[in-house]
């Protein structure tokens, strides 16, 4: 695998006097070696009597540029070495595309008029940097001139944007699985999203953010689409609000179930992954992400943690795995693993793959289903305290006693098949209060 590198390209400060209502930031001219490199170059100056950002499009070699991220930074440059970091306002990937596609931020593209980064003073926006991602497989060094055509009005925007990531920070996928990565956000500060932009590499499928009130309602979900399609900057439909309080949860679907080894986070498109999503939004709106927000209060947390690693230490042959299923009531929390089998297992599990860890010692008290479960998926709990858990090997649903185990109803044949006895990989149960009809989500094989 070649060797990731990453550089910061001086350019003399002649080539940021740059003063019409045009501008490209780029790589002004060098030889790229071989491998996988991370460049960076400016700093560009905004030309003098531009108020407005509004438009944005890659010109670069397809070959050549995997990715891109332009930052931006207040006042005039005080340096003439580039600084890639701080605030990112644009990203682009290659993935989807044969000519790359831009971003127009005008009323006719957005539907709202004066729509657009702030440039100069009074903004966060005075200088650029370009970092390019550069994967140079040619085994020669090649010229290259890449970067980013930038147009500016000179009338300030009535809405000023900002770019902001949700993005996971520990991708680690297993090999030979289909697997959600998961990120739990909070906003922390309202506003309201534009556009969106989807990124990860060869291994992801659908991304998406599910968004839910204050008060844990659903509600629709944010930018879905497969990462194979071209990773640029989309405008929504309609701009979305999100308020302070709101709950935000980012999804990466990966399909490694032909790969031996596992993936780990990293920016060579060919052997790591990514789980970005990007929002185009107002300046005021805040999204903090990666779990803390979520996370029990520290000394549970801690407590909890360590009751985990008691029960791995304890469990030869079960150590905890992929948890599929999870579910608590007032006393207790129940988690649902598949120890060191996965997706593909065709063999009921030799241990009790149902946890249950007191809330309040946060302790384990005790593990329920041994031999019941080929491949676990989804568990919850009903009105009455029962369990009901569902297996996407053997295509059963089991309803349970929570504290014994014991088997009170069993649903399916265990044939994959659409009959009204059979489920095709079932995945979830709900039980409705007050009359009890069960819910069963029939949805890998049948969708129903």
Excluded at 51 to 60: G, I
Excluded at 321 to 336: K, M, N, P, R
Aim: proline share 7%.
């Amino acid at each position: 695998v070649p060797s990731l590198v990453g550089r910061c390209m001086p350019l003399p400060f002649s080539l940021r006097g740059h003063q019409s209502m045009n501008l490209t930031v780029l790589n002004p001219g060098s030889l790229v070696s071989p491998g996988v490199h991370l460049l960076c170059y400016g700093p560009y100056a905004a030309p003098r009597d531009a108020r407005a950002l509004v438009r944005f499009q890659p010109d670069v070699n397809m070959a050549l540029v995997h990715h891109l991220i332009m930052f931006a930074s207040p006042g005039a440059p005080t340096s003439s070495r580039a600084s890639c970091g701080g605030n990112i306002i644009y990203a682009w990937a290659r993935t989807g595309q044969t000519t790359p596609q831009g971003l127009e931020l005008s009323s006719a593209a957005t539907g709202t008029a004066g729509l657009a980064y702030g440039v100069g003073p009074g903004s966060d926006i005075g200088h650029f940097s370009l970092q390019l991602h550069y994967q140079n497989m040619e085994g020669k060094p090649v010229f290259d001139k890449s970067g980013v055509r930038l147009s500016f009005e000179s009338r300030p925007p009535k809405t000023r944007l900002r770019f902001d990531v949700l993005m996971s920070t520990r991708v680690n996928i297993p090999p030979a699985v289909f697997i959600d990565e998961c990120v739990a956000c909070r906003v922390t500060r309202g506003g309201t999203v534009f556009g969106f932009r989807n990124h990860a590499h060869r291994l992801a499928r659908d991304i998406w953010t599910d968004e839910f009130d204050a008060h844990g309602a659903a509600k629709p979900s944010i930018g879905r689409l497969s990462a194979q399609e071209p990773q640029i900057i989309r405008l929504l439909p309609k701009p979305r609000s999100l308020a302070e309080g709101e709950s935000l949860e980012l999804h990466c679907l990966y399909n490694a179930s032909g790969v031996d080894r596992p993936t780990r986070i990293g920016l060579d498109e060919r052997s790591k992954e990514m789980c970005n999503q990007y929002y185009l939004s107002t300046s005021a709106l805040r999204v903090e992400c990666d779990g803390e927000v979520a996370a029990p209060s520290p000394p549970a947390n801690a407590a909890l943690n360590a009751a985990v690693a008691k029960y791995r230490e304890a469990s030869e042959g079960s150590p905890l795995g992929q948890v599929t299923g999870a579910a608590a009531d007032g006393e207790w929390l129940y988690f649902f693993h598949r120890g060191r089998a996965n997706f593909m297992n065709t063999q009921p599990l030799d241990f009790a793959p149902i946890l249950r860890f007191s809330r309040k010692h946060a302790s384990l008290g005790g593990a329920i289903g041994r031999g019941l479960f080929t491949v676990p998926h989804g568990l919850s709990l009903d009105p009455a305290g029962f369990l009901w858990a569902t297996d996407v090997g053997s295509h059963q649903v089991f309803k349970l006693n929570a504290q014994t185990g014991a088997v009170l109803l069993k649903l399916g044949d265990g044939r994959a098949a659409a009959g009204p006895s059979s489920f095709n990989k079932p995945t979830d149960v709900a039980v409705e209060r007050g009359s009890g009809e069960v819910y069963v989500a029939d949805g890998y094989g049948n969708s129903r």
